[in-house]
């Protein structure tokens, strides 16, 4: 019965679907801010990959949101968990291969994530893929049963350092220029590793942000016993 | 070329039906994790490099691990 | 041929954006519909990088390399994307964490069996 419903609901919301969808042309250009950024962003930010140009200077602020909002959900996921503090968690021991792997891949990991996030405006990656990579990292290094945990307080302060960050760079854009994240950094000689302005600071910056921010997740996540 | 897009899109509507009819939590979240990998090689094809590794690391490795220290603290299988 | 050529990505994004709808509807058990959470989260990241195509464009990235002719695909959807992904990973996140909760308290992940108990 509930099966049937649905499927009738569904097929509604499908007919919906097609009627409002197939009137959106396939590979057609539909904004012109798109083209702007595109032919513009160059010279405006100095940034080589647009995606970064948009995401840091022309959303910046919007961004800002979007890691808030990454922000109150960690902080949410802790108070619902109820964790009381640092307690170990019982494991089975993992066995010598992973262990001893995950000893060497792990710094390589991390070393693959920073070189993402720092690249950002050159090539593809940023601060929210390499701060996701840097997560993954610590999730293999769960896996690989380290006894060792990282501090909670050091995550948490990277993550507030770096949110620190973002917003103090903002602001400074605000006394200056006139505006939240106004580019007060000259653009720099394109294509090289420091151009680009403030981007390279704030990807840094929200690199730190998500990495810490996920990883604390899946440490509270695997922590909670009891 | 569109003839490789087509299948992967099959393939990936084959996983989601499968993450919607399994039993076992754990091989439901195996299928949704190939979801996920085949949306980053779709994003990859739509010219979206950013967003395809962004995927591929959320898709492959987070989500799948997260689920995974869920249903071990719950149930695996789902009556 | 042109059918598919013009929509097989929305197909695949809006089959994945059904059955996850689906999934969260018929199933009872609060796992299963998290899953049917996660697919519909890809199907709607699909469907707006595929709005933002543009026919033979390439990634919005400037290189040394002589560009040609070629436009770019269109930037704006693929940072909004981008972020996206990353939240949603955040709310799974959240979303299992009440259900781990929810398991704790009533030793079910049972829906109707939930409902029942009431507390």
């Known amino acids: 019965m509930r099966k049937i419903i649905s499927v009738l609901l569904l097929s509604i919301v499908a007919v919906g679907i097609y009627l409002s969808v197939s009137h959106i042309p396939f590979g057609a250009p539909k904004t012109k801010v798109g083209g702007h950024y595109v032919e513009q962003g160059m010279e405006e930010t100095g940034a080589a990959n647009m995606v970064t140009s948009v ?20 902080v949410g996921l802790a108070a619902v968990l109820g964790i009381a503090g640092q307690q170990g968690f019982p494991r089975e021991p993992a066995s010598f291969v992973l262990r001893n792997a995950c000893v060497v891949i792990f710094p390589l990991i991390l070393l693959c994530g920073t070189y993402i996030f720092a690249h950002g405006h050159l090539t593809p990656g940023g601060g929210f893929q390499g701060g996701v990579v840097i997560a993954s990292a610590f999730v293999l290094s769960y896996l690989g049963g380290r006894e060792r945990r990282i501090s909670k307080r050091l995550f948490g302060s990277v993550e507030s350092l770096a949110g620190l960050v973002f917003v ?3 602001l400074i854009g605000l006394a200056v220029g006139g505006y939240f994240l106004s ?11 420091l151009s680009a302005g403030i981007i390279p600071i704030i990807y840094i910056a929200i690199g730190f ?16 016993t009891k | 070329m569109i003839l490789i897009v087509s299948l992967l899109v099959l393939l990936m509507l084959v996983g989601a039906v499968a993450a919607c009819v399994f039993k076992d939590l754990l091989s439901a979240i195996i299928a949704a994790a190939l979801v996920s990998l085949i949306a980053a090689v779709l994003f990859y094809f739509l010219q979206a490099p950013d967003v395809a590794m962004a995927e591929a690391a959320v898709g492959a490795a987070l989500t799948t691990a997260i689920f995974v220290v869920a249903i071990r603290r719950t149930n695996r299988y789902e009556q | 041929m042109t059918f598919l050529e013009n929509y097989v990505f929305y197909v695949g994004a809006f089959g994945l954006v059904l059955i996850g709808l689906f999934t969260i509807l018929v199933k009872r058990n609060l796992i299963k519909a998290i899953i049917g959470l996660a697919i519909l989260d890809t199907g709607v990241n699909l469907f707006l990088i595929s709005v933002g195509y543009l026919a033979r464009g390439t990634a919005p990235i400037y290189t040394r390399a002589e560009q040609g002719a070629q436009p770019m695909v269109d930037p704006v959807p693929q940072a909004l994307v981008l972020t996206a992904i990353v939240i949603g990973v955040a709310v799974l996140a959240l979303a299992l964490a009440l259900a781990i909760r929810l398991y704790r308290h009533y030793g079910t992940l049972d829906l109707r069996k939930i409902t029942e108990q009431r507390w």
């Open chain 1, 55 to 74: 995401v840091v200077i022309y959303r910046g602020f919007d961004t800002l949101g979007e890691v808030t909002v990454l922000f109150i959900a960690a």
């Open chain 1, 168 to 170: 103090t760079t903002g």
């Open chain 1, 183 to 193: 580019r007060i950094l000259p653009n720099g000689r394109p294509y090289s590793l």
């Open chain 1, 209 to 224: 942000k998500v990495g810490s921010e996920l990883a604390g997740i899946i440490d509270n996540l695997i922590e909670e």
